[in-house]
């Protein structure tokens, strides 16, 4: 049986199992609304994914810095920096119970 090579290695970065997937889930955990997604197959098998996101702010400035975060969580997916279960687990879990902004004058 063939063990498949590690998201980093050299022999792995044009052979990446269910892509679509990865990305959408990091989207996803980075908070991104996608409306559409679509893969396409070259013929020397490579693969091409677009997926089209929801635009969350009117600045484009805000936007241009949601988009960043969002290609980060990918790239950081993909070079196996994280884990989406983790990631997903954290998101699903929300805030802390007790983690509080504690403003206004005096205790």
């Known amino acids: 049986m063939k063990r498949a090579a590690s998201p980093n290695s050299p022999s792995s970065r044009s052979i990446i199992p269910?892509?679509?997937s990865i990305i959408a889930g990091a989207?996803?955990?980075?908070?991104?609304?996608?409306?559409d997604a679509q893969i396409y197959t070259?013929?020397?098998?490579?693969?091409?994914d677009t997926i089209a996101i929801t635009r969350e702010y009117d600045r484009?400035?805000?936007?241009?810095?949601?988009?960043?975060?969002?290609?980060?969580?990918?790239e950081d997916v993909l070079e196996g920096k994280l884990r989406l279960p983790e990631v997903v687990a954290?998101?699903?879990?929300?805030?802390?119970q007790g983690a509080s902004i504690r403003g206004g004058a005096g205790k």
């Open 18 to 20: 269910w892509l679509l």
């Open 27 to 35: 989207c996803a955990s980075a908070g991104a609304n996608i409306v």
């Open 42 to 48: 070259t013929t020397d098998g490579r693969a091409l």
């Open 60 to 74: 484009d400035e805000d936007e241009g810095r949601r988009a960043t975060r969002i290609g980060e969580m990918i």
């Open 90 to 96: 954290r998101r699903a879990a929300g805030p802390r």
